[in-house]
């Protein structure tokens, strides 16, 4: 038996879907790692000049990397230390984490000092270099001082190596040295006037965006922070790193893909239920739109590598509109009754559905042009969805829905489509846009903009709170505003770091940057030249080493001040020792958590405490080669020129829309049918201006898809209404049918946690709203039925 082309499209469409059903559930669950992205700065454009810039704002959010950082407090000091060692070794039972820290090592003080000394001769505080500058200088006096001081005042350098301490002040400016963390009882601690502070430190076997490490790591440490708090009352377990603020997305994204997904699937569920009184139409619609829900997630892996979970949160709301094309396929079938035959509903729906799918992919197009990570994926998934949806309706529902209805649509539902289609057209409808749209213009007056980057990453208030109060007390958690310093060369990196630093310094602002712990060659000459100065004077051999005599000279003041012989002759004879290289600087392990502040030609330089970012920008006027990099302040600029932008793209929109409306309806046809979009952007503009909204880049981007997806309302009224005129007001219940589904999904985005998807939400409530009850005046008022 020959199978009809209908069966066989049908056939190849299953295959074609089945097959990227397997290959979604590999993508998603069959690889070692999951391509859900709940890293916030992965949404970020980049916004820097130059790559050097985004290199140091990527290194700088990295910096704490895949740990936990905790800090564990009390008011009774022992209560804290004895909190903290069980709250380590609670987290070290798990083996989700590579290594807790609590309790220190045994530590050997000659570790940490042991690899400075070949270079001591070259390293030098500003204060030791200005003293030996100061003329008069008395080194016999300097000796005995150091000599005479208590013990225990020189921890670190043994006295014979260091007679003079001036490594001991270079190591006490060390960043692990300028901490208010210091060990005690073998923990690090800080003291406050509220209690004592001690830290722990966790790292994860695993990256902080992995979902299933981010689960078991958060699960594991609540676990622990149980037992520890019934334990210890009182106490208080402060966190921050990169796998809190992941989680919170994450779990932000769940939450809003629950209200949003679940919540509109049972809302049209129920409406396609009572609209066509079978589960059959409510199945296949639902089918059509599941498919293109999987297409999108497919499609956005596979160009992207990755799904961001705020595209996860907008596809849950895409449901609306995909599920459109099946619904005027079903209404179409609806209103045909006995005399239905599948493929000739295709053709009758074809050229509303083609028009309508190209209007919406105009409006995603137009976000994917957006160099914005967020939008672009949003976009993408969008496009894949509806065409994927669209095609389904064209090729595999045909086959599907062979028989005609048992009942055509729902008498209330098409009466007061009727009703409300009666009231909504002719030219009286006109003149109430016009008057609405003259009600608009006060709110459009009052409108204001916001380009805050926390409308896009907004993560919760606790978790920054106890990010703030790490950081003051402990020094830990990156910020997002820094100084920049580039350079041709290593070299003049550093200096162009010390011009800076020495400013700071002056200034009283604290810091930490790479110049503090490896001098430029040219400073490291300098604190030897000022060093053999004092010893040799102007007898100076040409390499910069001292003479026979003039070592004795050196020797002389030692013994003189008190060091025996041969401790003087060991100290003289390693003058000069070696200059401090970067190759070197890397190889110290004291220095490894800090290599992240060193660039290929570039340093990072971070203020410490809370600092004005107009006081950092004070500080670098006039100094070549720095700059201050502040991410916030450049992403809301960047989000004020892309609004700005915005409504260029929108009115090219509106020109492209009219041209294929034109071509379609010729002039006076394409007026009436973009009429119902356009006032449906102006109401909603002055809608949002009286709610007191301020208008954003997100605001602008969901008004393209008002014109887009209004458009089709539209489309789908003058495309139907002839097909319908037998049944008055069923082709506008089929529009009032694709507007509530719409309203019920991406309506729900105004419930969001995140401050965009808020906006997004709100305004194509408002413009989907707008749209759907004027979109009468798109076709002639229907004709009233006379007995």
């Not at 109430?432 to 204001?448: F, S």
């Not at 926390?454 to 990010?467: C, D, G, K, R, V």
Request: charged share 15%.
């Amino acid at each position: 038996m020959k199978r009809s082309p209908t069966t066989l499209r049908a056939a190849a469409f299953a295959v074609a879907s089945l097959l990227v059903c397997a290959l979604g559930a590999w993508l998603l669950f069959g690889r070692a790692t999951s391509p859900l992205q709940t890293d916030l700065l992965a949404m970020l454009p980049a916004t820097e000049r130059n790559a050097t810039a985004e290199d140091a704002v990527e290194r700088l959010a990295r910096a704490s990397g895949d740990r936990m950082i905790l800090l564990v407090a009390n008011k009774d000091d022992e209560a804290a230390k004895d909190a903290a060692r069980e709250l380590g070794a609670g987290l070290s039972k798990d083996k989700v984490f590579a290594h807790v820290l609590a309790e220190l090592p045994p530590f050997d003080m000659e570790q940490l000092v042991n690899p400075f000394l070949p270079y001591r001769f070259h390293l030098l505080t500003q204060d030791d270099r200005e003293a030996l500058a100061t003329p008069g200088f008395d080194a016999v006096s300097a000796l005995k001082r150091r000599l005479n001081e208590p013990f225990g005042a020189t921890i670190g350098p043994k006295l014979g190596d260091d007679p003079f301490g001036w490594l001991q002040h270079w190591l006490d400016r060390q960043p692990w040295n300028r901490s208010t963390l210091v060990p005690e009882d073998d923990l690090l601690t800080a003291h406050r006037d509220d209690g004592s502070y001690v830290l722990v430190i966790a790292t994860l076997d695993g990256s902080s965006y992995d979902d299933s490490v981010q689960r078991r790591a958060i699960g594991a440490l609540e676990h622990a922070e149980h037992e520890v708090l019934a334990k210890h009352p009182g106490t208080r377990i402060l966190r921050t790193g990169a796998i809190f603020y992941a989680a919170a997305a994450r779990a932000g994204a769940e939450r809003d893909t629950h209200v949003v997904g679940i919540t509109s699937t049972i809302g049209i569920a129920v409406l396609l239920l009572f609209v066509f009184r079978s589960m059959r139409p409510l199945a296949i619609a639902f089918l059509s739109t599941a498919l293109g829900v999987i297409g999108a997630v497919v499609a956005t892996i596979l160009v992207f590598g990755q799904l961001h979970l705020l595209t996860l949160v907008f596809g849950a709301a895409l449901l609306g509109e995909a599920v459109d094309y099946s619904i005027q396929y079903l209404c179409a079938r609806a209103n045909a009754g006995p005399a239905w035959e599948p493929m000739r509903g295709v053709r009758q729906v074809r050229p509303a559905l083609l028009l309508a799918l190209a209007t919406s992919l105009l409006g995603y197009a137009l976000l994917a042009l957006v160099p914005f990570p967020a939008l672009r994926q949003m976009a993408v998934f969008a496009i894949a969805g509806m065409a994927v949806a669209c095609a389904s309706v064209f090729w595999l529902l045909p086959a599907l829905l062979r028989k005609p209805v048992v009942a055509p649509l729902a008498t209330p539902f098409v009466r007061v489509a009727l009703a409300w289609q009666r009231i909504a057209s002719g030219r009286r409808a006109f003149a109430v846009i016009g008057v609405l749209a003259l009600l608009a213009i006060p709110g459009w007056v009052k409108l204001g903009h916001d380009d805050d980057i926390h409308l896009l990453i907004s993560p919760p208030a606790s978790l920054e709170a106890q990010t703030n109060e790490i950081r003051d007390i402990a020094g830990f958690g990156g910020g997002s505003q820094f100084w920049l310093v580039e350079g041709d060369s290593t070299e003049a990196v550093l200096q162009h770091e010390e011009a800076l630093t020495d400013r700071l310094t002056k200034e009283g602002i604290a810091w930490t940057g790479v110049s503090g712990m490896l001098p430029s060659q040219k400073r490291q000459a300098e604190n030897l030249a000022a060093i053999t100065h004092t010893f040799c004077g102007s007898a100076l051999a040409r390499d910069g080493s001292c003479g026979n005599m003039d070592r004795a000279q050196a020797r002389s003041y030692m013994v003189e001040a008190g060091f025996k012989a041969a401790t003087s002759d060991a100290f003289v004879a390693a003058m000069p020792g070696k200059a401090f290289t970067l190759e070197d600087w890397k190889k110290i392990p004291a220095y490894m958590p800090f290599q992240y502040l060193w660039m290929d030609k570039g340093s990072i330089v971070v203020p410490q405490g809370d600092v004005d970012v107009a006081r950092m920008r004070a500080a670098v006027e006039g100094l070549p080669g720095v700059s201050v990099i502040d991410k916030p302040a450049s992403i809301s600029t960047l989000f004020g020129e892309y609004r700005g932008f915005a409504s260029l793209w929108l009115g090219a929109a509106m020109l492209l829309v009219a041209g294929a409306f034109a071509w379609r309806y010729g002039p006076r046809g394409a007026l009436r049918v973009l009429l119902p979009p356009l006032a449906g952007i102006v109401l909603s503009v002055g809608a949002l201006g009286y709610l007191g909204q301020p208008l954003t880049l997100f605001h602008l981007m969901a008004l393209m898809l008002v014109l887009g997806v209004g458009a089709n309302y539209a489309v789908f009224l003058r495309e139907g209404e002839p097909h319908s005129a037998h049944t008055p007001g069923a082709a506008y219940a089929g529009v009032l049918l694709s507007a509530v589904t719409a309203l019920l999904s991406f309506g729900l985005l105004a419930l969001s946690t995140m401050p965009a998807l808020q906006h997004f939400g709100l305004t194509l409530l408002l413009g989907i709203g707008f749209t759907a009850l004027l979109a009468p005046v798109s076709a002639p008022a229907p004709v009233k039925k006379h007995a």
